[in-house]
Structure formats: structure tokens, C-alpha cells
């Protein structure tokens, strides 16, 4: 006789809606306050995006690694991040820099019309296209490519999202934020990085700290 079927995207065991239910109280307590963001990070099957034998660990607020010497963001830092750049959007389109596995990509595609995301791993970029589709996500179109040069054809964008660390702020991401629009962005070198949030004033680009956060760096295409 069959066992009952189980829909991967809920999870079992560790990855169950308790689980989620601790991971999202847990970012309450940090100081998210964005319904609908903590409703994604509660739906978004994490441990689905993380190798099999890290699948318990999916619904810790830590990031884990997931191979091509890439990491899969804290749950918290994606959550802060997503609500950032929410906060006061005004707009349709935004660029992400540093598709990864996905994670961020899925959180945000919800909340946004467009999502136009850049990677420069042609292989993580296949794997995240795949899952993506898997979870009827539709709303995102993909590049492989440096995320130092965004992706200026759809641009200029309402939001930029960038999950990896440049040592400096990249002059081409600035030229596509849409005026009014805002970037969301790690920058330093890796154990001095602050995230910040940079807002296209027209005249000028004014910038505020997030505070400090870990991320791999944004490396640049030499070829």
C-alpha cells in the first residue's frame, strides 16, 4: 500500500510549518516588520534551495553553504534586505545582482512585477532557473554575466538588490537606478562589510547604513 504523498514544498520534520513558524517569530524579534515579507520567508521552501544533507538546517537564521564557493543568505539578512527595499517602492522593475540559488530571488518575486537577475556561474544560473520554474515563479528573467555591469538593456530600474559584495560601489549599477529608485547593497571588503541602502535623489545619491553583514564577494569578469 502507498504511503501518503508528500508535497516537497511543505517539508517534513525539520522543515515543517513549526519550524517556519520559529524561524519568522525569530525575525520579529529582530525587528522585521513587513507582513508580507515575513509571509515569504514563511512560504518559500528554503530547503529546497540548500543541498539534501543541509535540508534540517534550511529554517536556521544562518547562512550554509551550497557549493561554487557560494552561500545561501541568512534568512534574516534577505528578510532586511527585501524589506529595505520595499520600503516606499514606487515602481515595477528591479535588478538583481547575484542570482545564487535563488533564495532572495524567490522572496522578492512576489512582491514586485519584474525581476531582471544577473550571475556570473552559468551552472548555479542553470540550477536556479529549474527550481525557480519548479515553484511557478515566472516573473524573472535571467542573465549569466558581471553583476559589476548590471544589465543596462532593461534598465533603469526602481530597485537594485545586490547579493554579493563589491570593495566599492559599482559606477554602472548607480547609472541604472531609476530616479526616486533605491539599491539595496553590501560593500567592503569580507569581515568589514556594511550594508547599505543608496537612494536615487536626482541631484545627488543619498546613502544610509544598514548595519553590518557578511557576504562572498562580487567578483568582476577579467576576461
Request: with cysteine; charged share 25%; hydrophobic share 40%.
Amino acid at each position: 500500500m502507498a504511503g501518503p504523498v508528500i508535497d516537497i514544498r511543505q517539508g517534513i520534520g525539520m522543515t515543517s510549518a513549526r519550524t517556519r513558524d520559529r524561524l519568522v517569530q525569530r525575525l520579529r524579534d529582530q525587528g522585521i516588520r513587513n507582513e508580507a515579507v515575513l509571509e515569504q520567508i514563511r512560504n518559500v521552501p528554503r530547503h529546497l534551495f540548500v543541498d539534501e544533507a543541509l535540508a534540517s538546517r534550511a529554517y536556521e537564521d544562518t547562512a550554509l553553504p551550497i557549493g561554487l564557493g557560494q552561500t545561501i543568505s541568512q534568512p534574516y539578512v534577505v528578510a532586511r534586505m527585501t524589506e529595505a527595499l520595499l520600503d516606499g517602492f514606487q515602481g515595477e522593475k528591479v535588478l538583481e545582482v547575484g542570482t545564487g540559488c535563488g533564495y532572495q530571488t524567490a522572496v522578492l518575486a512576489p512582491l514586485v512585477k519584474q525581476i531582471y537577475t544577473v550571475e556570473r556561474i552559468p551552472e548555479l544560473l542553470r540550477k536556479t532557473r529549474q527550481r525557480l520554474r519548479d515553484l511557478d515563479i515566472y516573473n524573472v528573467q535571467f542573465k549569466p554575466g558581471d553583476g559589476w555591469e548590471g544589465w543596462r538593456k532593461y534598465g533603469p530600474y526602481d530597485g537594485i538588490i545586490v547579493t554579493a559584495a563589491p570593495d566599492e560601489i559599482p559606477q554602472k549599477l548607480l547609472e541604472q537606478l531609476a530616479p526616486g529608485g533605491r539599491m539595496i547593497i553590501p560593500v567592503g571588503p569580507q569581515g568589514v562589510q556594511d550594508l547599505v541602502m543608496i537612494t536615487n535623489r536626482n541631484d545627488h545619491y543619498e546613502q544610509v547604513s544598514l548595519g553590518a553583514v557578511s557576504f562572498v564577494p562580487l567578483v568582476k569578469d577579467r576576461s
